[in-house]
């Protein structure tokens, strides 16, 4: 339990160290492209170009942030196999808080009182959900659950490229939700992933869970990468956490048999609830940066 408590806040620092960083890397790769007129960066609905995104993610700040990016993917990995998914997952989010506290020195970023308020009931939530939490599950898992979550993902990716395609500009939000819900398959797919003990590379790389993680894993990143470049650093990330938190949770207690301790499966949910409330508030409350082309980046 320790060592999967400990990967997840590995795993909470690095993600939201990295989200400041890429975001910083695609708003300088932003100003530094900016032409006259029409854009050749951006579609006609205001979109980025995949030119666009991968320029973006060539800039130092934002490699910077996807080393950061494997740190809390290993620590992720760790912490789903050792730890229940709704505790993980939502320790995992609280990357919010790091994103946003950072935010300030980083990206010009207010905190208000409220600001804090929703911070500590981030703090708190998780505090009470590491007290409540139970053991993991091990309820055994059909195989058509491992294909479900491959065609899932398929499916849920190719929506969140359509939505960027017919938003254009205003896809921000969406694109980090949809993000979200692929990070969270990624790490349902971790769980549930054969081969892994004892190590069996054979099995391992049949199992459609394996894929699982590459095509979310990839996917989830180009769709936030989008997200980075569309909107505010902390909309898009209080979009992703919604979606990498719950989906998971949810499966995590439905499917896989995670629990609480006895009697406080109320107090969990209560707990859950109100870090991801508490989370998407720090991203609401802080979103100085308005639109896209709207936030002031020091690119010194």
Not at 103 to 123: Q, S, Y
Not at 207 to 223: E, K, N, Q
């Amino acid at each position: 339990m320790l060592i999967g408590l400990m990967a997840a806040a590995l795993a909470c620092v690095g993600y939201g160290t990295a989200s400041v960083l890429q975001a910083y890397g695609a708003r300088s790769s932003e100003v530094g492209g900016a032409g006259h007129g029409q854009r050749a960066d951006v579609t006609a609905t205001g979109a980025p170009t995949l030119r666009s995104t991968i320029n973006a993610a060539l800039t130092p700040t934002f490699i910077a942030g996807m080393v950061l990016d494997v740190v809390g993917f290993l620590g992720s990995i760790v912490s789903a196999r050792l730890i229940p998914l709704f505790l993980s997952q939502t320790i995992i989010s609280a990357n919010l808080v790091v994103t946003a506290v950072l935010g300030v020195r980083v990206l010009g970023v207010r905190l208000r009182r409220r600001d804090w308020m929703a911070i500590a009931t981030v703090v708190v939530s998780l505090l009470v959900l590491g007290l409540t939490a139970g053991r993991t599950g091990d309820r055994p898992v059909e195989r058509a659950l491992h294909w479900g979550m491959l065609a899932a993902s398929v499916v849920i990716l190719g929506a969140g490229i359509a939505v960027i395609r017919v938003l254009g500009a205003r896809a921000a939000v969406p694109a980090g939700l949809i993000a979200g819900v692929l990070f969270g398959a990624m790490a349902v797919a971790v769980r549930v992933l054969d081969g892994v003990e004892p190590l069996r590379v054979g099995v391992l790389l049949t199992d459609p869970a394996a894929w699982t993680i590459v095509i979310a894993g990839l996917g989830g990143f180009y769709l936030f990468t989008v997200a980075l470049q569309l909107g505010s650093v902390n909309g898009a990330v209080a979009a992703l956490v919604v979606g990498e938190t719950v989906v998971p949770g949810v499966i995590g207690v439905v499917l896989l048999g995670d629990t609480a301790q006895p009697g406080l499966l109320w107090l969990a949910g209560v707990a859950f609830v109100g870090a991801v409330a508490g989370a998407v508030a720090v991203a609401m409350f802080g979103a100085v940066e308005q639109a896209h082309g709207t936030a002031k980046v020091d690119t010194r």
